[in-house]
């Protein structure tokens, strides 16, 4: 395997997925057309942009196996370059199709999975824990503010109601 350009960067899961991806064939086209290339993201289990912290997820998401590719081509629209970049697309995806990982790799990847997948499950149950918590908190605001106005509403009738003396008259 040939050293791909300084400039790109490979972040990978699996050390033997990223070598059967990253043949000569691609790597070749990775440095001579690396100014083109924005990024290739390959993934079999993608679920799509991060979330932001404030959206509390209760369930796992939905994933999918997916190749996203981003080519930067220039104002002229990379005229030389978008058929073998083009190329490169459909190789790796043909290449992708017939990839086949080894039962160790298998087991390393979903071992690394279970346990993010662990880490998300105690993480939703702290969320859906707070949640409840919030809910009792207000169940709890709205009752307390529901006994506030029936005190007050019974002060406003004993303001408002007619003003009696008690008078003890003696027989004689």
């Known amino acids: 395997m040939t050293a791909i350009h300084s ?9 033997e997925a990223t070598g ?3 043949d000569s064939r691609v790597t070749a086209a ?23 912290e404030e959206t509390n997820v209760t369930k796992p998401p939905e994933t999918e196996k997916v190749m996203l590719v981003s080519f930067a081509l220039g ?7 978008v058929r073998p970049l083009l190329l490169l697309v ?14 160790e790799a298998l087991a390393k990847c979903e071992k690394r999975r279970q346990k993010v997948a662990e880490v998300w499950l105690r993480g939703a149950h702290a969320a ?6 919030l809910r009792r908190e207000e169940k ?12 007050e509403q019974k002060r406003q009738q004993r303001r ?13």
């Open 7 to 15: 400039c790109c960067v490979v972040l990978s899961e699996c050390a």
């Open 20 to 22: 059967a991806v990253l």
């Open 30 to 52: 990775l440095n001579l057309y690396h100014q083109h290339i924005q990024y290739i993201h390959i993934s079999d289990r993608f679920c799509g942009p991060k979330q932001l």
């Open 75 to 81: 104002p002229n629209g990379g005229d030389s370059e």
């Open 90 to 103: 459909f190789y790796l995806l043909d290449k992708l199709k017939r990839l086949r990982l080894s039962k």
């Open 128 to 133: 859906r824990q707070e949640q409840a918590v």
């Open 140 to 151: 709890r605001k709205q009752e307390k503010e529901k006994i506030l106005a029936l005190k």
């Open 160 to 172: 408002n109601a007619p003003k009696m003396k008690q008078l003890k008259v003696k027989a004689m």
